[in-house]
Every structure is written in C-alpha cells, then in structure tokens.
C-alpha cells in the first residue's frame, strides 16, 4: 500500500481509536463498521498490513496478528503523539520536493555550462591566432636581433 494523504489520514484515525480509552477496533470487521463503513474491505485489509509491517511493531499479538484480532502494543501512543503515519508523509514529500528542486538547480547549472562550453569553444580560435600571432612575431624579432645586431 502506497503512503498517500488519505492513507495516512486513515492510519492515524485508526491509530487514534487504538490508542484510546475504550477502543472500538480489534479486527477488520470493527474498522468496517465502527471507522470505515465507506471504505472496501480490500483497502482496511491493507491498511491492517500496513500497520502490522510497520517496524517497530505496532500490534499485539507480537508473534503474528492477524486481519480478526489484533491491538495496540505499548509503542503505538507514542507513535501517535509523534506525529504518526501524517509526520511520516509529510517528511517523504518534502524530500521529494527537496529532490524536485535539486534537480531543477542541476538542469539551471546545466544550461549555464553548455553557455560557458559554447563561448569557451568560439573563442579557442582567436586565442589560437593570438598566441601564433605572438610566436611569428618573436620569432620575427629573434631574426632580426641575430642577423640584425651584426651589421
């Protein structure tokens, strides 16, 4: 099951009767009834998995809960007080537009230096003429300092 807004809103609703006084929910069945009656059976099933897979656990029995009966261990209040399955979300989404906006600066960077390569490359030629330019001319005052200094 993906992790979505609605998920997680659902996760920490179910999460919230757990963790309560008197809670409503052991089994699928409950959710159904008591929290979910708009929600199929499919969904409820997966969000049972989502929390039951979810390290560290969160459901009583340790060994294996299952889909018709199961709790909350002594980590779930606190994990609600944290934050719960919204916190968990919302860290995932800022990463994803941390990593949005990093690509976004990467492809910028890029075109500044396919600009950069361009101008370096029109301009290899004429720094090319200028150093040939120089070398003909030292060469040309070399000769003349040699054959020239004698006369």
Excluded: C
């Amino acid at each position: 099951m993906k992790l979505t807004k609605e998920t997680a809103k659902d996760l920490d609703l179910l999460i919230k009767d757990l963790v309560s006084e008197n809670p409503k929910v052991a089994s699928v069945t409950d959710m159904q009834i008591h929290l979910f009656s708009d929600k199929p059976e499919a969904y409820l099933i997966a969000m049972f998995h989502h929390l039951n897979d979810y390290k560290p656990r969160l459901l009583l029995p340790k060994t294996n809960p299952d889909p018709n009966g199961f709790w909350a261990n002594d980590y779930l209040p606190a994990f609600y007080y944290q934050g719960g399955f919204t916190t968990i979300f919302e860290e995932k989404e800022k990463e994803k537009l941390e990593a949005e906006e990093r690509k976004k600066l990467e492809l910028e960077k890029l075109k500044y230096d396919v600009k950069n390569t361009k101008r370096i490359y029109n301009t290899y030629w004429w720094t090319f003429f200028f150093a040939l330019v120089g070398f003909v001319y030292v060469v040309i005052r070399l000769i003349t300092w040699f054959f020239g200094g004698s006369a």
